[in-house]
């Protein structure tokens, strides 16, 4: 029987590029994930899903990247300015645990900050 796409898994990435794209992370990036549980005073839950953001600053930076984060196997969604930086950003679960995956593996730990 043929494996589909979604069985298999997603080729090693280069540790030039795992690096890379660590330390923009670690710069200045930053997570958005959904609420686990919704909150007493509010009874819907959190609509927004996973959520990695790498903020650059400028074009060039964007365009390198873009192009890091492709290699990696990363697609990312529109870039968009905020407070004349650009931000990258990558959508989904898959995408979210490919890349803590992808840190792990550079021994680099994820924090998440509680509100």
């Not at 919704?38 to 990247?65: N, W």
């Not at 989904?92 to 900050?113: S, T």
């Amino acid at each position: 029987m043929a494996q589909s796409k979604t069985d298999s898994k997603p080729p090693k990435v280069k540790k030039a590029v795992a690096k890379k794209i660590a330390d923009y992370f670690l710069r200045n990036g930053y997570l958005r994930l959904p609420a686990e549980k919704p909150s007493k005073k509010k009874k819907t839950v959190s609509k927004k899903g996973y959520e990695i953001r790498f903020v650059a600053k400028d074009r060039k930076e964007l365009s390198e990247m873009k192009s890091l984060l492709k290699e990696a196997g990363l697609t990312a969604g529109k870039p968009f300015d905020k407070f004349n930086q650009f931000v990258l950003p990558v959508y989904g679960k898959e995408k979210y645990l490919r890349f803590k995956e992808m840190l792990a593996d550079q021994k680099i730990r994820l924090r998440a900050h509680k509100k």
